[in-house]
């Protein structure tokens, strides 16, 4: 540990703790705590959604996947850019129309049903879980790295910062922390990956031809097959990561801090390209750490490779390096985990607690004192299980979130929107078949099950799928088709019309009639 590090730490944690007290000055609602008041502009957004996207798993679990694993590792990237193209023309409009706080709120405009709010809820609540493990993993092995303390005290460090940042600003402290570590994780993988061009002679012909012949792989390196060694396998990631974008309940919540829709379609539009710039430069970083630090070297500081990325930093600018992208890492980890403490807490609070136990009868001063304590039990349950979850690559667990999102959410919100014979038992069914189907192929699979021990339980998979998606997705979809045509109770035509117009200009036919 030394004055370099501890300075950046200290500035970044400043920074941030600044911002949420002017946060707290400004959250007295309901909305200002879940929505910052609709307040923020589509660049902002814009920015804020990039942030959700360039978290541990994206900024320390991808560069190391690709440093181990080469080109599979990539498949990570193109999945996340792709996938905002689905999120913009297809979601991101009538969301912001139909939604109020939650993602149970958008499908409970079309079917008014404590079953389906109560459903979508536990579907939030297991994705923002999924997706916190990933984020303190990647931050307790980077706390580890750098001042050499226990990883279960780097994970506790970073559980109180979190739920500070949630209990006292807010959204409004959540999206402005998550658009200054945007700006500073953009800024540090530009310099590392214009250092690591550096040491290729700026030439990317010369960068792929050394990676050809710099690690045990050889050519392989460059071609998908290490880790995903059959195509239905790299279909299925790609399934995952492509859809599961659409039924992220943090990044959907990001809509509902616009003021109307043409600001949300904005904001996409702003992620779409930071994130293209982003995840493509992480083709650098990952290469850059597999030629000069080596993968021996990766693996022996963290198996799972999620300090690639650092140790590449210090490999280039030596500790100073070092501790500026390592402070900019843990702010994106705090930023990140904030969201989805967020995300995690309206489920509990607004949808379960608000809206079905108190069936909408809280004053906005009980709403948000059960918004925080929502906060704190959310985030209580991550940490106690990230602790049993150090040896687990972020990136594995993020796609496994993104795979739930894509079998349960995604079905339910495409259906609730454009297919007019959808009804409650559709709905029901699509998010409990993907939600089932999901996590019982996983518990199954080589991610759980290894015969030599690198999974959590020794022996054989059942199951050799790594991720679930091109099974749990199609289930979710053709449970809601069955569900809805099976049922003997159809919805009034009349509630789709009414929906159908509202998500596309975000007018209530109600208000109009009256």
Partial sequence: MSFITVGFFLGIIGLTLIVTYIASKRTSSAKDFYTAGGGLTGWQNGLAISGDYLSAAAFLGVSGAIALNGF???????????????????????????????????????????????????????????????????????????????????????????????????????????????????FGTILISFLVFRQFDYSILNMFEEMSTSTEFGEKFLNPGIKYTNSIDSISMMIALVLGTGGLPHILMRFFTVKDAKTARKSIQWATWITAIFFTLTIFLGFGAAAFIGIPEIIAANPAGNTAAPLLAEFLGGEVLLSFISAVAFATILAVVSGLVLTGASAISHDIYGEIIKKGKLSEKEQVLAARVGSISIAAVSIILALGAQTMNVSFLVSLAFCLAASANLPVILYTIYWKNFNTTGALSAMITGIVTSLTIVFFSPNIWNPEGKAIFVGDPLIDLSNPAIISVPAGFLAGYIGSKLSKKKQDPRIFREVKVKAATGISVKDVSH
């Fill in 72 to 186: 599979d590792g990539f498949f990570f990237s193109i999945g996340y850019v792709v996938a905002n193209l689905v999120v913009l023309y297809m979601i991101a409009e009538p969301l912001r129309n139909l939604g109020k706080f939650t993602l149970a709120d958008m499908i409970t405009a079309r079917f008014p049903d404590r079953r389906i709010r109560g459903t979508a809820a536990i579907s939030t609540i297991t994705i923002v879980i999924l997706y916190m493990i990933a984020q303190l993993v990647g931050a307790g092995a980077l706390i580890q790295l750098l001042f050499g303390i226990d990883y279960w005290i780097a994970v506790l460090i970073v559980g109180v910062m979190m739920t500070t940042y949630v209990l006292f600003g807010g959204m409004t402290a959540t999206s402005w922390v998550q658009i200054i570590k945007a700006v500073l994780l953009l």
